[in-house]
């Protein structure tokens, strides 16, 4: 199993330009298995979780969420990576949006999903309650207040056996470091604000939004992406906030396409 600096998991398979995978904030590297199935075909993608998260190390005090584009940074540098394709999604997108405004020469070509530039009073409020949730030591508790808010109306109404299992099985696998860590990634990116720094960004940028999508609504997406140069905006239909796994083919298609231009 790889690591950097003997902190941080990383994965790397395929050929091709290298491309960066970042998390979502309940993610972790092995939730990209099915993705990068697909995209290592034709790109060196590059998982990895972040302090925090998965099997990299935890922290042991508050941090913001621009150390994290620190520590991709580091990576690249690690894996004698110059410059490279970066997909991020929710936090990760987050992550990415510091990383490109600090490193635009080490960016092909940005892909932000579900994202937006600001946490705004409502994300923020949201974010705590998730917050709260975990404190109390109870990761069911934790899925079913966040679960809704994440994967869509019409997801839920077609999944409910699966989305049931699928709490069950991550309650239990579920530890009070992994709670801790999700309450320190959630606190970091409270006050996440580039809402006027975005418009530095000038590489060509693709910006993925879901029509259900009440965490970051396509609304705030599409007032994004009037800041970006050279960027564009797709809309996914009848899916949520985890628009990444909900449609995942369509959500490969729209990058590799956009990538391969």
């Not at 970051?216 to 599409?222: D, L, Q």
Request: charge should be neutral; aromatic fraction near 12%; hydrophobic fraction near 40%.
């Amino acid at each position: 199993m790889p690591y950097f600096d003997s902190q941080i998991y990383y994965e790397r398979v395929g050929n091709g330009e290298p491309l960066i995978l970042l998390n979502g904030i309940m993610m972790s590297a092995g939730s990209w298995a099915y993705h990068v199935d697909k995209l290592k075909e034709h790109f060196d993608v590059i998982t990895f979780d972040f302090k925090d998260q998965g099997r990299s190390s935890r922290m042991t005090k508050d941090y913001d969420v621009l150390e994290r584009s620190i520590d991709l940074l580091n990576l690249m540098d690690h894996l004698k990576i110059k410059k490279a394709h970066i997909v991020g999604v929710s936090y990760g997108a987050h992550v990415a949006e510091h990383f490109i405004i600090s490193h635009p020469r080490r960016v092909y070509k940005l892909v932000l999903s579900n994202a937006v530039d600001k946490v705004d009073n409502y994300l923020r409020e949201l974010g705590r309650s998730w917050e709260m949730a975990a404190a109390t030591g109870n990761p069911e508790l934790l899925f079913k207040i966040s679960f809704p808010a994440i994967y869509s109306r019409t997801f839920y109404n077609s999944n409910e056996s699966w989305i049931n299992e699928r709490i069950t099985n991550a309650s239990k696998a579920t530890d009070k470091k992994w709670l801790e860590g999700f309450i320190r990634l959630s606190r970091s990116g409270n006050y996440f604000d580039l809402s006027e720094e975005i418009k530095k960004i000038t590489v060509p940028t693709l910006l993925i939004c879901a029509d259900e999508d009440i965490v970051t609504p396509k609304s705030e997406m599409k007032k994004m992406a009037e800041k970006i140069p050279h960027s564009s905006l797709v809309v996914l239909h009848k899916t949520g906030h985890a628009a990444f796994y909900e449609k995942a083919n369509l959500w490969i298609k729209k990058v590799e396409s956009f990538l391969s231009y």
